[in-house]
DNA sequence: ACATCATATGTACAATCGTACACATGATGC
DNA sequence: GCATCATGTGTACGATTGTACATATGATGT
């Protein structure tokens, strides 16, 4: 076990840092980056609302001052963190329906989608969502949903034809968000019995 | 024509008051209701973000000690708007599916309820969205969108059983936001594609 | 008539915000 | 080596916020 002095010390190095004497210069290349994914983490865990550049700063540990160097705006950390995460979550989508040889392979591919990957991590739900919100009074961010969901579509019509498959996207965007807002989600079976009975 | 002075006097009168002048003393009662009806507006034309106390007092045209008066918080305020909004949407909801009285003019009713109800005001829509939002973080407002589910979800049972209308209430909140954030909405043809396909 | 008190109004204050900006430093190209 | 400048760091400032609170006024019951 390690002094107290010793605890003080290293608790002080890490986190609350005696204001008198200036942070030693780090040489960080990729900070940008970083604080891209240190806004995601806001997003997800606080809200867009509650998301500062000091709090986005706080999390990834670096001066304030570094948020506006590397961003002239807020709006640009949204943007940037907004669509980072769009481009995330399409790869899956995109991932998924190519692994997918033929429709009934597809089929799974969409359950597996929503019960797992889009089901299973709730940060991503709620980064989407806020993702909604943002987008409704922000052009550029109207955008990036659009294009994540151009390009999901063209997934699915990669099996489906296209009909079929703008319905099968609003499908997958109800079964998730009803599911992940209700108290009791919906299982794998029940998000199966649904995918089968639209698609049957 | 007006004369300029009586423009003026109009608009100093309406809106920007001499602020060295004491605004008369108004007999208001219901405000308390028009102040929610007011958040109700600021959510939904600015955002739970853009949402503060002088804003909503300032649509209301009331005086900011008007807002603490009537609510000892924000989180107040904003807990009042979306039970508002979530009651008025839950009866449009009941009122649609109990005045059909077969199965097909069910489905008929499921159509207008997502064409016209709830895709026709993009009012109703960015205030769901906004709830939902909210809702992820604040236990109040997650009561407040589970009960307005389990409501359309008993609206829905009058005319399915148990799983179809689980399944049909993901279906119809898809279809809503997926047409909502597209730039080219679906039509109500393909609404009601959509929903017979589901229900065939 | 008049006292009471729910309601209405105006203002102050500390906290927090986005952003600007001055200064420090070391990686890089020459 | 060494000058340069991209990058890192600290701090100040005006604006806006939620909230508290002092004061004003008229509807209401007696």
Redesign the pocket.
């Known amino acids: 076990m390690l002094p107290a002095a010793d605890l003080m010390e290293a608790f002080n190095a890490a986190s609350a840092r005696d ?1 008198r004497e ?8 990729g ?1 940008r980056d970083r604080l891209i994914d240190a806004a995601l983490t806001v997003i997800a865990e606080r809200g867009v609302a509650a998301t ?4 986005i700063a706080r999390v990834a540990d ?9 961003f ?4 640009e950390v949204l943007a940037a963190a907004f669509t980072r995460h769009a481009e995330s979550m399409a790869r899956v989508f995109d991932e998924r329906l190519s692994a997918a040889c033929d429709r009934e392979a597809a089929v799974e591919a969409v359950i597996t989608l929503v019960a797992d990957d889009l089901l299973g991590s709730s940060g991503d739900l709620v980064l989407s969502v806020e993702l909604y919100v943002a987008a409704a009074r922000n052009p550029a961010l109207r955008a990036v949903t659009q294009a994540w969901m151009a390009r999901s579509r063209t997934a699915l019509e990669r099996h489906f034809d296209a009909t079929t498959a703008r319905e099968l996207d609003a499908l997958i965007e109800g079964l998730v968000l009803h599911s992940a807002l209700s108290t009791d989600p919906m299982t794998p079976e029940q998000i199966r019995h649904a995918v089968h009975r639209f698609l049957r």
Chains 1, 2 share one sequence.
């Open positions: 204001p200036r942070r030693p210069r780090r040489h960080d290349p900070r500062t550049h000091r709090e670096v001066p304030l001052g570094s948020m506006t160097y590397h002239t705006s807020l709006e």
